[in-house]
């Protein structure tokens, strides 16, 4: 429970991320007032506790300093959890630089009390990899303000949906036989995610912890070779045959583990590269100011795959990013956003309420598919991740529920109104803009409209001609789908499925 009941508004950067995402309900619960900077707020405000009384949640930017400065002001502390290690971004150190200089100043600008930071092991500075590097050097910008800041630097962490458990779950589960780098023999001392937000919280209550560094992992030093074999154990798999070649780059890692992991290139090919260097923990005097039972490999490995099975993943290293609106994929909107927005749309009546319904539409994609003709979707996928895009490898967080900003394969939930509307916007690569939305209409006697609309806003000539090749597998693709929904309500359809035009679209069809 905090100590600080006169000043206890804490702010957190990157809430909406896999960290963040974890640490915001559990301030919450320890009696804390969040604030939670978001450029996407609908992101946090469509979590479970996205309403709560003591959340506060802000639209602003750590690049944005004047939205910094403000959502600074009236706090005690602040949670600086802000990577820009993400797809799209080619020079994240820079951009990193930037918002931990925003960050310093707004913190002594609004007279924080601390900043915590939480960061990446490695002692020799000088061969780091760059990711490292610069998780280094965003602790010492934060460091040039004048508020205190704790660090905690971690190696691997250990938990449903990090980015480095997925690379290690997907590689130990698709390949019995595996061709890795060396770095696989390299000392490391990853954590348990539970261990990482213990550690957070409790720098709030220990003033020890003040303007210190503190290296934090499991007791024991291992390597990514006996992670492998400890997965594969956990895991009910068979032993791994796991051989070491010299010649394998990290460049080369990293496109091994984009076509067979959900984790782009894009990001594997840095974590690939600090794989690398050793990480082991050096200042770990913090086990003794906040003492805490710590996950060995094996523990931290089975919790995650506990919460994996049950389908009760918090986050995951997808949730990061922006959410980019989609005005054109409304009907209605008129063509200035570059051009009128190609459309398919259909629809059917089901005997069934929206209610009965929904479940249905909310579990596409994943396990379930796309009801129809997943083979297709599969091949599609498959080109998309051969072109470097994020293909359907990355599947779901959660079999059940969905919020915004979810990942569903090589979609993004950009809105969703339980029992009203889903819609999806794509991620795959594209000359264009896409969007697939699904909406529910009750009508009288019992009986609700199904409407399905796949949007599509063209980029160029090659936009043009990639809608115009696959408009022949449009009957088949979507015409299937929204059956196989209705076919997975077990309700009675009452007419349909048939191709409509969306009264008041603009769009062509």
Same mark, same amino acid.
């Given at each position: 429970?905090?100590?600080?009941?006169?000043?206890?508004?804490?702010?957190?950067?990157?809430?909406?991320?896999?960290?963040?995402?974890?640490?915001?309900?559990?301030?919450?619960?320890?009696?804390?007032?969040?604030?939670?900077?978001?450029?996407?707020?609908?992101? @946090?405000?469509?979590?479970?506790?996205?309403?709560?009384?003591?959340?506060? *949640?802000?639209?602003?930017?750590?690049?944005?300093?004047?939205?910094?400065?403000?959502? $600074?002001?009236?706090?005690?502390?602040?949670?600086?959890?802000?990577?820009?290690?993400?797809?799209?971004?080619?020079?994240? $150190?820079?951009?990193?630089?930037? $918002?931990? /200089?925003?960050?310093?100043?707004?913190?002594?600008?609004?007279?924080?009390?601390? *900043?915590?930071?939480?960061?990446?092991?490695?002692?020799?500075?000088?061969?780091?990899?760059?990711?490292?590097?610069?998780?280094?050097?965003?602790?010492?910008?934060?460091?040039?303000?004048?508020?205190?800041?704790?660090?905690?630097?971690?190696?691997?962490?250990?938990?449903?949906?990090?980015?480095?458990?997925?690379?290690?779950?997907?590689?130990?589960?698709?390949?019995?036989?595996?061709?890795?780098?060396?770095?696989?023999?390299?000392?490391?001392?990853?954590?348990?995610?539970?261990?990482?937000?213990?550690?957070?919280?409790?720098?709030?209550?220990?003033?020890?912890?003040?303007?210190?560094?503190?290296?934090?992992?499991?007791?024991?030093?291992?390597?990514?070779? /006996?992670?492998?074999?400890?997965?594969?154990?956990?895991?009910?798999?068979?032993?791994?045959?796991?051989?070491?070649?010299?010649?394998?780059?990290?460049?080369?890692?990293?496109?091994? *583990?984009?076509?067979?992991?959900?984790?782009?290139?894009?990001?594997?090919?840095?974590? $690939? /590269?600090?794989?690398?260097?050793?990480?082991?923990?050096?200042?770990?005097?913090?086990?003794?100011?906040?003492?805490?039972?710590?996950?060995?490999?094996?523990?931290?490995?089975?919790?995650?795959?506990?919460?994996?099975?049950?389908?009760?993943?918090?986050?995951?290293?997808?949730?990061?990013?922006? @959410?980019?609106?989609?005005?054109?994929?409304?009907?209605?909107?008129?063509?200035?956003?570059?051009?009128?927005?190609?459309?398919?749309?259909?629809?059917?009546?089901?005997?069934?309420?929206?209610?009965?319904?929904?479940?249905?539409?909310?579990?596409?994609?994943?396990?379930?598919?796309?009801?129809?003709?997943?083979?297709?979707?599969?091949?599609?996928?498959?080109?998309?991740?051969?072109?470097?895009?994020?293909?359907?490898?990355?599947?779901?967080?959660?079999?059940?529920?969905?919020?915004?900003?979810?990942?569903?394969?090589?979609?993004?939930?950009?809105?969703?109104?339980?029992?009203?509307?889903?819609?999806?916007?794509?991620?795959?690569? @594209?000359?264009?803009?896409?969007?697939?939305?699904?909406?529910?209409?009750?009508?009288?006697?019992?009986?609700?409209?199904?409407?399905?609309?796949?949007?599509?806003?063209?980029?160029?000539?090659?936009?043009?001609?990639?809608?115009?090749?696959?408009?022949?597998?449009?009957?088949?693709?979507?015409?299937?789908?929204?059956?196989?929904?209705?076919?997975?309500?077990?309700?009675?359809?009452?007419?349909?499925?048939?191709?409509?035009?969306?009264?008041?679209?603009?769009?062509?069809?």
């Amino acid at each position: 429970m905090n100590s600080h009941p006169e000043n206890n508004l804490i702010l957190v950067t990157g809430g909406s991320g896999y960290i963040g995402g974890r640490l915001i309900p559990r301030l919450l619960d320890a009696g804390y007032r969040v604030r939670a900077l978001a450029r996407t707020p609908k992101k @946090l405000a469509g979590r479970p506790w996205g309403n709560h009384a003591n959340l506060e *949640i802000i639209k602003g930017d750590v690049l944005d300093p004047d939205s910094l400065t403000a959502a $600074a002001a009236h706090c005690r502390a602040a949670y600086y959890l802000v990577h820009s290690m993400l797809p799209g971004v080619h020079d994240f $150190a820079n951009t990193d630089r930037i $918002a931990a /200089e925003n960050m310093a100043h707004a913190a002594s600008h609004a007279g924080l009390e601390q *900043i915590i930071y939480l960061s990446g092991l490695g002692e020799d500075h000088a061969n780091l990899s760059h990711h490292l590097q610069s998780r280094t050097e965003v602790g010492d910008y934060l460091r040039q303000g004048k508020v205190p800041v704790t660090i905690l630097r971690a190696a691997m962490i250990i938990g449903s949906g990090s980015a480095s458990f997925e690379i290690l779950r997907y590689l130990v589960d698709r390949l019995p036989v595996m061709v890795t780098p060396r770095w696989v023999s390299t000392p490391c001392q990853p954590i348990g995610v539970r261990n990482v937000l213990y550690y957070l919280i409790g720098c709030l209550e220990q003033p020890q912890t003040l303007g210190r560094t503190f290296d934090i992992g499991q007791p024991q030093v291992t390597n990514y070779r /006996e992670l492998m074999e400890t997965y594969a154990e956990e895991a009910g798999l068979r032993k791994r045959l796991i051989i070491p070649i010299p010649l394998l780059t990290p460049r080369l890692s990293s496109y091994w *583990i984009h076509l067979v992991t959900p984790v782009p290139a894009t990001i594997a090919r840095p974590l $690939a /590269e600090g794989l690398s260097n050793p990480v082991v923990c050096t200042e770990n005097s913090i086990t003794e100011l906040l003492p805490q039972e710590l996950f060995d490999a094996r523990k931290a490995i089975r919790l995650a795959l506990d919460r994996i099975r049950q389908q009760q993943v918090e986050t995951t290293w997808s949730d990061s990013g922006n @959410l980019h609106p989609a005005e054109w994929s409304s009907a209605g909107d008129p063509s200035w956003s570059g051009g009128s927005a190609f459309e398919d749309s259909r629809e059917l009546v089901l005997d069934a309420s929206a209610e009965e319904i929904w479940p249905a539409v909310t579990s596409i994609g994943g396990d379930v598919g796309y009801y129809y003709a997943n083979w297709l979707w599969q091949l599609r996928g498959l080109i998309d991740r051969l072109g470097g895009g994020v293909g359907l490898q990355r599947g779901r967080r959660s079999a059940a529920a969905l919020y915004p900003g979810d990942v569903i394969d090589f979609w993004r939930v950009l809105a969703i109104k339980p029992q009203q509307q889903l819609l999806l916007i794509a991620e795959m690569k @594209l000359p264009g803009k896409g969007t697939l939305s699904f909406r529910l209409i009750e009508q009288d006697q019992g009986t609700t409209t199904l409407q399905q609309t796949a949007r599509f806003l063209p980029r160029g000539l090659l936009g043009l001609l990639y809608w115009y090749l696959i408009t022949p597998f449009h009957f088949f693709v979507f015409n299937g789908m929204i059956r196989g929904i209705a076919a997975a309500t077990q309700k009675p359809i009452k007419s349909g499925p048939r191709k409509i035009k969306v009264p008041g679209s603009a769009e062509r069809t």
